[in-house]
């Protein structure tokens, strides 16, 4: 899953509770200037890692605020590599499909952002077996 | 934070700030909607405002439903750099009408 020359940047472990993001994203942002993007693609990278926390507050944990979410950060030399894992039971794919924008509705953004601002963006069961993970990567080149 | 609600010529202005995440949205919501109850063109001044996220947009989405359901306008605000991001990457710039600045605002809804 990662580049062979891919530094670990930072893990942070954080309760699956809405007051605790802005922690996440102000690691988020400290790490995506660390690697070297600028503060506008820095914001976009903070609010695709924002959705993708949201879908698991939401989805996998269904708002109970129990469980935890993991967040991985790995820079190598082409990319920022950005990984969302949780430890709730399996999330259909359709929960977090991307809706038609047209759609005029509440909700339903979140998948649609990620989608839009990163290079890619992978959703799957964990490895282990227990647990949903988001893998995103942003090139910092956007032409190569 | 600079937040509040002043009636301006028969306007509510609603002035929003910092980050409207998931864990704000919910009483931004609740805010937006008892304005729109009273039955007032509402503008939504959003210069202030730091980060928005889908659930913030939702909010927002609610609200204007609900005023245009009820006959009232809803109106956007000097939208700062951050927000209007995130209005674009959802094309919901195309779906609120959105003003440069409070006086703007005024002139169109008089």
Same mark, same amino acid.
């Given at each position: 899953?990662n ?6 940047? /930072? ?5 699956a509770r809405a ?6 994203r102000?690691?988020?942002?400290? $790490? ?8 506008r ?7 695709a ?7 698991v507050?939401?989805?996998a944990?269904?708002?109970r ?23 709730g ?5 359709a $929960?977090?499909?991307?809706r038609? /924008? ?6 339903g953004l979140?998948t ?8 890619t ?6 490895p282990?077996?227990?647990g949903?993970?988001?893998q995103?990567?942003?090139k910092k080149?956007? $032409?190569? | 934070?600079?937040?509040g609600i002043?009636?301006i010529?028969?306007?509510l202005v609603v002035?929003l700030?910092?980050d409207?995440?998931?864990d704000?949205?919910p009483?931004v919501?609740?805010?937006?909607l008892?304005?729109?109850k009273?039955?007032?063109d509402?503008?939504v001044?959003?210069?202030a405002?730091?980060y928005?996220?889908s659930s913030g ?6 609200a204007?439903q609900?005023?245009?359901s ?6 956007l605000?000097?939208v700062s750099?951050q927000?209007l991001?995130?209005f674009?990457l959802?094309?919901?710039?195309r779906?609120?009408?959105?003003h440069?600045d409070l006086?703007?605002?005024l002139?169109?809804?008089r």
């Amino acid at each position: 899953m990662n580049a062979p020359t891919a530094e670990y940047l /930072l893990e942070l472990r954080i309760p699956a509770r809405a007051d605790r993001m802005v922690m996440v994203r102000d690691t988020v942002r400290s $790490a995506a200037r660390f690697c070297g993007f600028d503060e506008r693609t820095a914001q976009d990278i903070v609010l695709a890692v924002g959705e993708a926390c949201q879908n698991v507050i939401l989805h996998a944990y269904q708002g109970r605020g129990d469980g935890p979410i993991l967040l991985d950060i790995l820079d190598d030399a082409e990319r920022m590599i950005l990984r969302v894992t949780d430890f709730g039971p399996a999330v259909t794919p359709a $929960a977090v499909q991307p809706r038609a /924008l047209q759609d005029l509705r509440p909700g339903g953004l979140g998948t649609h952002f990620i989608h839009s601002l990163m290079d890619t963006a992978d959703f799957g069961r964990s490895p282990t077996g227990v647990g949903n993970v988001l893998q995103m990567t942003k090139k910092k080149d956007p $032409a190569k | 934070m600079t937040e509040g609600i002043r009636e301006i010529q028969g306007h509510l202005v609603v002035a929003l700030g910092g980050d409207i995440d998931l864990d704000r949205a919910p009483a931004v919501r609740r805010q937006l909607l008892d304005c729109v109850k009273r039955q007032q063109d509402i503008l939504v001044d959003l210069s202030a405002v730091t980060y928005i996220d889908s659930s913030g947009i939702a909010s927002l989405v609610e609200a204007l439903q609900w005023a245009t359901s009820r006959g009232t306008g809803l109106h956007l605000v000097a939208v700062s750099p951050q927000a209007l991001r995130v209005f674009e990457l959802a094309r919901l710039d195309r779906v609120f009408t959105i003003h440069p600045d409070l006086d703007a605002a005024l002139a169109a809804a008089r």
